[in-house]
């Protein structure tokens, strides 16, 4: 299984190989920012329903102590 920071990696390297290739990806560049907050938040223990979370939690549906 590969590790959070591993998928935040992945990420960056799409998007370096897009800019290169002048291709938009916002959407990667949501996911990297979101994935790079959990790494913040030690998110080597994370998994990908965290990202869902960590909207939940910026939208205010969830407890920020949880």
């Known amino acids: ?8 990696k992945d990420v960056c390297l799409t998007l370096i190989a897009a800019e290169e290739l ?6 990667a560049s949501l996911l990297r920012d979101r ?3 959990l790494l ?3 998110g080597e223990k994370f998994d990908w329903s965290a990202v869902a979370w960590l909207a ?9 102590r949880e």
């Open 1 to 8: 299984m590969q590790s959070f920071f591993g998928k935040y």
């Open 22 to 27: 002048r291709v938009p990806m916002p959407l």
């Open 35 to 37: 994935l790079l907050s």
């Open 40 to 42: 913040a938040q030690d």
């Open 56 to 64: 939940a939690k910026d939208a205010g549906l969830v407890d920020r």
